[in-house]
């Protein structure tokens, strides 16, 4: 007898992240994704609740971090940094190179996503669609309260334009990138960000927590 079983899907890391409640909508989502993780769950509340608080390793990672870790920012030095906060950042072995962005909580130094390796990219890009996936992301999660902290002015620039006016040359190694850059260009034409994003003042605060120390 068939197994009509319904299962839900949590996708983390993928084209769309987010819940479905078919393995095809599920794999059209992570197939041929760099990085994509993923999972099945027996019930809706279980995958919704999954996707809330992260994949395994996230999750317990920030439960390790909640239980009692110190905070990475000095506050009483440094009071006017935003304490709800996450900061995002990108690097990228050469101009274009291998490219790759991330974004973590200012409070903590926790990784809440990181995307890549990109192909025959710049830095720029991957600064301007790490705001774009940040902005995606707590939209999605209904959040309209947490700042997003860039140490771009190009990439947030770009933002606030809605393009990003890159000058990269198109190549058969970084299609993808250019459909991801495509799809942050009609997401920030199609909403209007809730969140704040701000400029990290390095300078006078260090670098930016997201940083990827390759300097």
């Known amino acids: 007898m068939a197994n009509n079983r319904v299962k839900w899907y949590v996708v983390w890391t993928g084209s769309e992240p987010g819940v479905c409640n078919t393995w095809e909508e599920c794999e059209?989502?992570?197939?041929?994704y760099p990085g994509a993780?993923?999972?099945?769950f027996a019930t809706q509340e279980?995958?919704?609740?999954a996707f809330r608080e992260g994949d395994d390793t996230a999750a317990a990672v920030l439960r390790a971090i909640a239980s009692g870790s110190r905070e990475?920012?000095?506050?009483e030095a440094i009071p006017e940094i935003v304490r709800d906060s996450i900061a995002v950042d990108g690097a990228c072995s050469?101009?274009?190179g291998v490219m790759e962005y991330r974004g973590v909580d200012v409070p903590t130094g926790a990784e809440l996503f990181h995307q890549g390796?990109?192909?025959d990219a710049t830095n720029n890009v991957g600064e301007f669609l790490a705001v774009v996936h940040a902005l995606a992301l707590f939209h999605r999660q209904g959040n309209d309260h947490t700042a997003?902290?860039?140490d771009s002015r190009t990439a947030l620039a770009w933002v606030r334009d809605r393009k990003c006016k890159s000058k990269l040359a198109r190549t058969a190694r970084n299609e993808y990138l250019f459909e991801l850059i495509a799809r942050a260009e009609a997401w920030l034409a199609s909403h209007t960000p809730a969140n704040r994003v701000l400029k990290w003042n390095t300078a006078e605060w260090g670098e930016i927590p997201a940083d990827f120390g390759r300097k």
């Open 46 to 49: 279980e995958a919704v609740r």
């Open 28 to 32: 059209a989502r992570v197939k041929g």
């Open 37 to 40: 993780r993923y999972k099945s």
């Open 148 to 150: 997003i902290y860039s």
């Open 94 to 96: 050469g101009n274009p």
């Open 72 to 75: 990475m920012i000095n506050y």
């Open 117 to 119: 390796p990109f192909a």
